[in-house]
């Protein structure tokens, strides 16, 4: 033993001396960029600074103010009369998702598309989310493709994709006969199935310790699917495992038992919560959680619905989820934007839920700010992301008009920053450095 012990530190010697010897790698300075504007939103006064001087080390903001001077050798990006503000987060997308708009759309998507085909439709979601203004995604479970959304964020970070900074929540935890698909024969073995599915305890345990394990940076469960399914000591567990990693639980939970049951377990957020009555919405404030309302989609649907009859039920179903989020406000929960997009069509359409939270009573800085620095501060990366301070990313988006004055700017963004390179330029080519 002792003699091995010498062999591996003469190993050790050996392989170790040539590389101390070595000269170190040259460095290169971090590319320094400047952009310019009219103005520029600061998201927590909710007020304008004039002729916004944005100063860019690397991918991080190190100075920001009004008419800052440019230090010589920085590259000037001047974005003229445009508005400036942070790059936008959207805290529920599902990028794995491209189902046709056709019955059964669901199903079919589980049983024809291959885990491969999913990715590559990821990816092509993910970079039209990214040039519609949101640099950063809470991605809330990927709808039965494995764990290809770990993939994609991986394939983001390695430069490999272009799209948004991805949370991933991997498959997601229903009850069993709880969520997608239904309506299929018994005698089916093996069928694949929207999320992982669950019935007692120790699943619930062993399916959020195994999502955990392969990257998840957040577990989502789904509490309800009309009525109450997993129990509170189900979704206890589920928490508990993810808070021990330091990860947040996001929870799909509509009617009002089933939200209780999830702050009880412990839920950082509550998603959707479109039946949610006084009770609960008080519930979800005392507890600090987040509720993401996801009204856009609603927006979304009855703006696509079939038929008549079909647009009668969304719009009944849009007006109490607008009446649900104008108390929520009123109540002083905390609101995050997030759209659910689910379609082609509906990908890159993030800043419709902007939009609908606004129509449902948010003043319009309320609205942006479920977008921004109160999406960052649910995804714990406020100290990265949602304003435009030295130190966080540079990540910022920018429109032509007031978008206080009219949110509906947010989905005309013609400008696209992340992390200091520039994702979609509408406005301006980058101007020569400084001299």
């Given at each position: 033993m002792k003699r091995l012990a010498r062999v591996l530190s003469l190993l050790t010697f050996v392989v170790a001396a040539p590389v101390a010897a070595q000269p170190a790698a040259p460095t290169t300075a971090p590319r320094r960029v400047a952009v310019r504007a009219a103005r520029m939103l600061d998201v927590k006064s909710g007020k304008y600074v004039s002729q916004p001087v944005i100063l860019i080390e690397g991918d991080r903001i190190v100075k920001v103010g009004s008419g800052l001077p440019v230090p010589e050798g920085t590259e000037v990006v001047d974005l003229g009369t445009a508005t400036v503000l942070p790059g936008l987060i959207d805290c529920h997308t599902h990028l794995m998702a491209r189902e046709a708009e056709t019955p059964n759309a669901y199903a079919l998507t589980l049983l024809t598309k291959s885990q491969a085909t999913r990715a590559l439709e990821g990816a092509a979601n993910a970079r039209a989310t990214l040039r519609a203004g949101f640099t950063t995604v809470r991605d809330v479970e990927n709808e039965g493709s494995g764990f290809a959304d770990v993939a994609l964020r991986d394939a983001i970070r390695q430069g490999l994709v272009e799209g948004p900074r991805m949370l991933v929540a991997t498959k997601g935890i229903a009850a069993v006969g709880a969520y997608h698909p239904f309506g299929t024969s018994p005698e089916v073995k093996d069928l694949p199935t929207g999320a992982q599915l669950v019935s007692g305890v120790e699943e619930a345990r062993r399916a959020a310790r195994e999502q955990l394990g392969q990257g998840a940076d957040l577990l989502k469960i789904y509490a309800d699917w009309a009525q109450p399914t997993l129990t509170v000591d189900e979704l206890r567990v589920i928490i508990d495992e993810a808070h021990k990693a330091k990860r947040k639980a996001a929870v799909h939970a509509n009617t009002p038992e089933a939200i209780?049951?999830?702050?009880?377990?412990?839920?950082?957020?509550?998603?959707?919560?479109?039946?949610?009555?006084?009770?609960?919405?008080?519930?979800?404030?005392?507890?600090?959680?987040?509720?993401?309302?996801?009204?856009?989609?609603?927006?979304?649907?009855?703006?696509?619905?079939?038929?008549?009859?079909?647009?009668?039920?969304?719009?009944?179903?849009?007006?109490?989820?607008?009446?649900?989020?104008?108390?929520?406000?009123?109540?002083?929960?905390?609101?995050?934007?997030?759209?659910?997009?689910?379609?082609?069509?509906?990908?890159?359409?993030?800043?419709?839920?902007?939009?609908?939270?606004?129509?449902?009573?948010?003043?319009?800085?309320?609205?942006?700010?479920?977008?921004?620095?109160?999406?960052?501060?649910?995804?714990?990366?406020?100290?990265?992301?949602?304003?435009?301070?030295?130190?966080?990313?540079?990540?910022?988006?920018?429109?032509?008009?007031?978008?206080?004055?009219?949110?509906?700017?947010?989905?005309?963004?013609?400008?696209?920053?992340?992390?200091?390179?520039?994702?979609?330029?509408?406005?301006?080519?980058?101007?020569?450095?400084?001299?």
């Open positions: 209780r049951n999830a702050l009880t377990a412990g839920a950082d957020s509550i998603e959707h919560g479109h039946d949610a009555d006084r009770a609960a919405l008080e519930l979800i404030r005392q507890k600090g959680a987040f509720l993401v309302p996801t009204l856009g989609i609603l927006e979304a649907m009855v703006q696509r619905a079939p038929d008549e009859a079909a647009r009668r039920r969304f719009e009944e179903r849009l007006g109490g989820a607008r009446k649900m989020v104008a108390l929520a406000h009123q109540l002083g929960v905390k609101l995050a934007s997030g759209f659910d997009a689910s379609t082609a069509w509906q990908q890159g359409r993030n800043a419709m839920e902007l939009v609908a939270l606004h129509r449902a009573g948010l003043p319009s800085i309320e609205a942006i700010r479920s977008g921004t620095s109160r999406a960052s501060e649910l995804l714990g990366l406020q100290q990265h992301s949602g304003t435009l301070e030295p130190g966080r990313y540079g990540d910022l988006v920018a429109v032509s008009g007031d978008p206080l004055a009219d949110v509906t700017e947010l989905q005309r963004v013609r400008f696209v920053m992340k992390g200091g390179v520039v994702v979609l330029d509408e406005l301006t080519q980058a101007a020569p450095p400084a001299k």
